[in-house]
């Protein structure tokens, strides 16, 4: 097992070792182009189902023995389409797609998700969503089942084809989030933002007084 105990996201070289640990794994191989730096490109499977709205998980009584599968024999869903050679996904029309990808993570690693920047620029609204999980783009510690995708192209008409992917996949292990104070002290020791433009100003550092953070964001 790739080593987890450190508290941070995995980086390519974990990736790619849980990938051959097949804590990762999909029925159709995964492609080395898939891993980044500290991210796995999600690949759309070969099915897309056509629903009548969205839906948010809740708790419930029935949350223990609530999946995915149950939704796609309820009335939500209206029809499948064939992925295979790609299919046409209608502007402002909800969709829920299985992924190829599968986990299998150990207790200390969990996972979180979020559009590829390609995916934002054309107005796709995405978030993934796994078996008996409360919310969306969250995965839990120790997660091992399906990975499923809901799409909305909020601007456009697109045409999407198995394999590809909209969504991408951050695993981490503790609480590696930097804090507001951490931030600012990491600026002074090693710059992060610079003036882009400014006369005068151009790639120089922002001085302290002018670092707005908060939550961890530049503002």
């Not at 783009?137 to 809901?150: A, M, N, V």
């Not at 590696?176 to 005068?200: A, Q, Y």
Request: proline share 5%; hydrophobic share 40%; net charge positive.
């Amino acid at each position: 097992m790739a080593d987890s105990k450190k508290t941070g996201i995995l980086s390519f070289q974990h990736l790619r070792a849980l990938v051959r640990q097949q804590v990762i794994r999909a029925d159709v191989p995964i492609a080395s182009k898939q891993i980044q730096p500290a991210s796995l490109d999600l690949r759309l499977g070969t099915k897309a189902y056509r629903l009548l709205s969205s839906f948010l998980p809740e708790p419930s009584d029935r949350q223990s023995q609530f999946t995915i599968e149950d939704l796609y024999r309820s009335d939500l869903v209206m029809y499948d389409m064939d992925l295979t050679n790609g299919a046409i996904l209608e502007k402002g029309h909800v969709y829920l797609v299985p992924l190829m990808e599968r986990l299998k993570l150990p207790k200390d690693i969990r996972g979180r998700t979020n559009p590829k920047s390609s995916t934002g620029r054309l107005d796709i609204f995405t978030r993934v969503v796994t078996d008996l999980h409360v919310g969306f783009d969250e995965i839990r510690s120790g997660y091992e089942g399906p990975l499923f995708l809901e799409i909305v192209p909020r601007s456009f008409t697109i045409r999407v084809q198995a394999g590809l992917a909209l969504n991408q996949l951050r695993l981490m292990s503790g609480k590696p989030m930097v804090s507001d104070s951490g931030l600012r002290t990491l600026h002074r020791k090693t710059p992060l933002l610079f003036h882009n433009g400014d006369s005068g100003k151009t790639d120089r550092p922002l001085l302290a007084k002018e670092l707005r953070v908060d939550k961890g964001l530049f503002l």
